[in-house]
């Protein structure tokens, strides 16, 4: 009669039972990672279980109890990596391993925002901060805001913007609406991400607007412009408009205003002195003013403190 060893019979329960969560989990699409989560702890009490049952069903008086080592040494070496999965587990370390693993790199749909603004609101404050946007200008005296955002992500994750809360805010004080876009958030390290946006805001034609930057690009499309635009602090500027425009367009950079396919009525260029951060030492800045008058030039478009300007004429706006 063949005697029962302790271990062997749990290390075949448990590899019986592996095999059906693996096989479940193809079936229905589950992450590899949950069936492994779940089936060590079992392990474990399977062994339990069957060394209770031993005692239980022993027929001596003071009973040995005989294992099956190599059987016992798999069970501890798995219950160990089990452990160590825990532990990972419990930072999120397994979570991010997994949205690495099969992420792609995808473009999304940004949540759209239209909102009608009240005959009270005469000017429009756009905080850019760090991203890259596109303006327009629109007859209707509403305020629209669209466009994508490209994100590396799990197929099976969450949007990383879902809601229009998670890329804008926007609040009427008085006479003004104030408008701010949030950058996404970036994660460093080894399993560092990288979302980027591009929005499109969609302005009324007839209210002033002050569009204010940081480091970013901005290109605007001022189309026929009923009132003032005032861009500040955007590193690059790019222009689009027409030589129908009834624009008095002005710009100051830190280089030549040389880009783009028009050609300037004035160009003065001026020094301005300032103090190095870095080696606190003064310093000279030589900048560059143009302007340029289309149509009538009833409406100011003003762009000061960028790096680089670039003004293109289209024929249609």
């Known amino acids: 009669m063949r005697k029962w060893r302790v271990g062997s019979v749990s290390m075949g329960l448990s590899l019986i039972l592996l095999g059906v969560l693996l096989f479940v ?50 069970v501890g070496i798995i219950g160990t990596i089990g452990i160590g999965f825990t532990l990972l587990s419990s930072v999120g370390l397994v979570d991010k391993v997994e949205g690495v693993i099969g992420a792609e790199h995808r473009s999304m749909d940004l949540p759209v925002v239209g909102e009608k603004l009240s005959g009270d609101i005469k000017r429009v404050v756009l905080e850019t901060n760090g ?53 996404p958030a970036d994660q460093a390290g080894p ?18 607007l002050e569009v204010r930057g940081q480091h970013n690009h901005v290109s605007l499309y001022p189309g026929s412009l009923e009132n003032n635009w005032v861009v500040d602090g955007v590193s690059n500027v ?20 040389d880009n783009g396919n028009m050609a300037w009525d004035n160009i003065d260029t001026t020094e301005r002195g300032d103090i190095d951060e870095v080696y606190e030492e003064s310093t000279t800045e030589k900048l560059y003013r143009g302007t340029k008058k289309l149509g009538e030039g009833t409406y100011k478009l003003s762009i000061f403190n960028s790096d680089l300007v670039t003004v293109n004429l289209v024929e249609k706006m």
């Open 25 to 74: 989990s193809q079936i229905k699409g589950m992450p590899m990672m949950e069936p492994l989560l779940i089936w060590w702890p079992i392990i474990l009490i399977v062994l339990g279980i069957e060394i209770v049952v031993y005692l239980f069903l022993s027929k001596q008086e003071n009973p040995i109890v005989k294992y099956d080592f190599l059987s016992i040494m798999f």
């Open 131 to 183: 991203v890259t946007s596109k303006i327009e200008s629109s007859t209707k005296n509403e305020l629209h805001v669209f466009g994508v955002y490209q994100a590396t992500v799990h197929p099976k994750a969450d949007p990383i913007i879902s809601e229009t809360s998670d890329y804008i805010f926007t609040k009427a004080v008085g006479d003004t609406m104030y408008v701010t876009l949030k950058e």
């Open 191 to 208: 399993f560092s991400t990288y979302t980027t946006m591009e929005p499109t805001i969609i302005v009324p034609s007839s209210i002033h």
């Open 238 to 257: 790019s222009v689009h408009v027409s030589e129908k425009s009834n624009i008095l367009l002005s710009a100051i950079s830190k280089n030549e205003l």
